[in-house]
C-alpha cells in the first residue's frame, strides 16, 4: 500500500456492524465512507475517491453478488465481500463474480484490516510490475527463465531443478528487477498465504535460490538483502 491513507467504502445494511467496521478502519489509517445498500453505493462511487470496497453478500434490494458483478464489468476496483453464511458456494459465487478476496462473519475486524493490506498490496504491484511480466521467458546473467516450461537454465543451458515455491519465488524476482520487495509482497505475489505460509518462509526460499543461482553464495550479488526493506533482484533482465 501507499503511505496515503487507504479510501474504503463500506457496504453493510446493519447499522452497528457498519459502524463497528469504520470505527476500527477509521482507527487504523483508513479513510472510510459507507453505504448501506447498492443504491448509496451507487452514490459514493460516483461521487468520491475509492480504492476498495468491503461488500456485503445479505443487503436489502439488490444483493452483494449482484452489486459485485456490476462494479466488475466496468472497473478493476477492488472488492472483499462479507458474508453471514460461510458456505462454500457462497465463497465460490462471490470470487466468480470478480471479488478479490472473502470473509465469512462472524470476523476478527484485524482480519479484514489485514484482507484490505493484503488486496491493495496484490493491486499496487500488479500495477507497477516490470513490462516483462507479461512475457513466457526471460533471461538474467546468461540464465533463462521458462514460465510456461517453469524451467530454469544455467548459463551453460543445464536444467537446473527447483521446487515450485522456489520457482514462483524466481518469477515475482525476475519480474520486478531493481526494486525491494517486502517479505509480505513475496508472499502475496507467490500466494504464500494461501498455503499457510509466513515471512520467514521467504527468507528459506531465498537462501535455496542463492545456492543455486549466486555466484558466491557467500557474498551474494544477485539477491540483495535491504535491510528493514526485503529484497532486491540487481541483474538486468530482458525479455526471450
Do not use: H, K, W
Given at each position: 500500500m501507499s503511505t496515503a491513507p487507504p479510501h474504503i467504502l463500506v457496504v453493510e445494511d446493519d447499522r452497528e456492524t457498519r459502524a463497528l467496521i469504520a470505527k476500527y478502519l477509521?482507527?487504523?489509517e483508513c479513510h472510510v465512507v459507507?453505504?448501506?445498500d447498492g443504491r448509496e453505493m451507487d452514490s459514493r462511487l460516483s461521487d468520491q475517491r475509492v480504492d476498495l470496497v468491503v461488500l456485503d453478500v445479505m443487503l436489502?434490494?439488490?444483493d452483494g453478488l449482484s452489486l459485485c458483478r456490476r462494479v466488475r464489468a466496468s472497473s478493476p476496483l477492488p472488492i472483499i465481500m462479507l458474508t453471514a453464511r460461510g458456505e462454500d458456494v457462497d465463497r465460490i459465487l462471490g470470487l466468480e463474480m470478480g471479488a478479490d478476496d472473502y470473509l465469512a462473519k462472524p470476523f476478527n475486524p484485524r482480519e479484514?484490516?489485514?484482507r484490505i493490506r493484503s488486496v491493495l498490496r496484490r493491486q499496487s504491484l500488479a500495477q507497477t510490475a516490470s513490462a516483462t511480466s507479461g512475457a513466457t521467458a526471460l533471461t538474467f546473467l546468461g540464465w533463462?527463465?521458462?514460465f510456461r516450461l517453469r524451467e530454469l537454465r544455467n548459463p551453460?543451458?543445464?536444467l537446473v531443478a527447483m521446487t515450485s515455491a522456489e520457482f514462483d519465488l524466481l518469477q515475482a524476482f525476475c519480474e520486478r528487477p531493481g526494486r525491494?520487495?517486502?517479505?509480505?509482497?513475496l508472499l502475496d505475489l507467490t500466494h504464500g498465504r494461501n498455503a499457510g505460509s509466513f515471512e520467514r518462509s521467504i527468507d528459506v526460499l531465498v537462501s535455496r535460490i542463492r545456492r543455486k543461482i549466486e555466484p558466491d553464495p557467500q557474498s551474494v550479488s544477485i539477491i540483495k538483502t535491504v535491510r528493514s526493506g526485503g529484497y532486491?533482484?540487481?541483474p538486468a533482465v530482458e525479455t526471450v
Open positions: 477509521r482507527n487504523n459507507t453505504a448501506q436489502p434490494g439488490e479484514l484490516l489485514a533463462r527463465i521458462d551453460d543451458g543445464a525491494v520487495l517486502s517479505r509480505e509482497a532486491m533482484f540487481t
